[in-house]
């Protein structure tokens, strides 16, 4: 059938291209650089010690804030992170302290500053002040030990012993254990078993952005330039829609799958787990259909367009129903069965997602896959033969956009 020789020349023409290969290599560096960039510039250690001043009017815990902080947080070469300056002056009033401390702020002299007020051990309010407030491992650190040294000062008030009391309340650790319905065990953290699904959710978004606007811009670029009539004199239009959408989602799935090969060989050499071969293959076949069935819907809503700008608004409304899962993501974890998720799950632009999200926290029963597959398949071959009745008419269509009313009566006529 000639869709098979189209999807073949799409394929072939696309994959050769200097943007698919700049791609290749250009997008996933920059979400290595996007998830790994922000998080290695949060957790840089400072480069040098920083001056951090107290107003300690309890007149109490200065000595003991300093000992802890020099004690706690340190440098390479084990010098202190945080050089402490005690700016509470005798006979000298807090008006008076603010001023100087403020003024040491507009020099540089000072990172910033800490007020604690004579009535902390009832009130537990501080005050920090600093030209730059955004700094938060400053304010994160010093609040922590604040509050364990008026914690402690709490309890020698009322007479109890800190050490006892830190014993009684020590932590406790908790190790999760996940159990199949086999009886089987497996130890299974929180992060591995949200990244195994949110991991290739990712993947599914990034692949409609990405080869959802090439589909669309691919069809306006050969409608604009007048391609597609001597196209269609050569083939239907059915079978043009099938080629281009089986011979462009085969680049996004090439594409993905490069990707996917190249994580798993990382993950395996560094020893992380994040993703279980017990439902990779499962994942693989709900990520197929579920990209199928949006590059269908992509090629229905691109086929009238007739602008660049179109294009573009069509691509961001339809990406918005893979954003949907990604906010649930955490309410899906918490509660995989309950009948909101289940329910959800049988809306086909929502199976694929939804499944996958499901499978590494608690596996769906088999009725479950039994129906959602077929259910997914039926989904793309009716959204395959919607879009051949849209494409047949708007494809040759020029001028005004039509309606949603019209592309229901193409349907209902072609």
Known sequence: MKF????????????????????????????????????????KEDEKPLTVGIIDE?????????????????????????????????????????????????SDKLEGYFEIPASVFDSGKV???????????????????IEEVIVEGRLRGQGLDPDKIKKLLASV????????GKGEEKESGFLETFFSAYIVIMMLFFLVMTSGQLLIRS?????????MEVLLSSCSARDLMVGKILGLSGLGILQMLIWGTISMGIALKTGSNFFSPDYLLLSV????????????????AGSPVTTEQEAQQITSYISLMLVFPIVLAVPVMQNPGSLFVRILTYIPLLTPTFMVLRMPIQMPATWEFLVTIPL???SVVVMMWVAGKVFRVAILSYGKRPSIRELVRWVRES
Do not use: C, H
């Open 127 to 145: 005050v920090y002040r600093a030209q730059n407030v955004g700094n938060v491992r400053i304010q994160e650190r010093f609040s922590r030990t």
């Open 58 to 106: 309890t007149g109490k815990l200065f000595d003991e804030l300093n000992k802890r902080v020099d004690e706690k947080f340190k440098l390479k070469g084990g010098v202190s992170n945080y050089i402490l300056k005690d700016l509470k002056k005798d006979g000298e009033g807090i008006d008076e302290e603010r001023r100087q401390a403020t003024q040491l702020l507009a």
């Open 285 to 300: 076949v709900y990520f197929v259909l579920g990209y199928l069935l949006y590059a269908a819907i992509f090629v229905t």
């Open 4 to 43: 098979r020789q189209i999807a073949r020349w799409e394929f072939v023409e696309k994959v050769r291209s200097k943007a698919f290969l700049i791609s290749l290599v250009l997008l996933p560096l920059i979400m290595v650089v996007f998830g790994v960039l922000p998080g290695f510039l949060a957790s």
């Open 376 to 378: 997914l398949i039926v």
């Open 219 to 227: 069809v306006l670029e050969e409608k604009s330039n007048r391609v």
């Open 173 to 180: 650790d908790v190790k999760s254990v996940k159990v199949n």
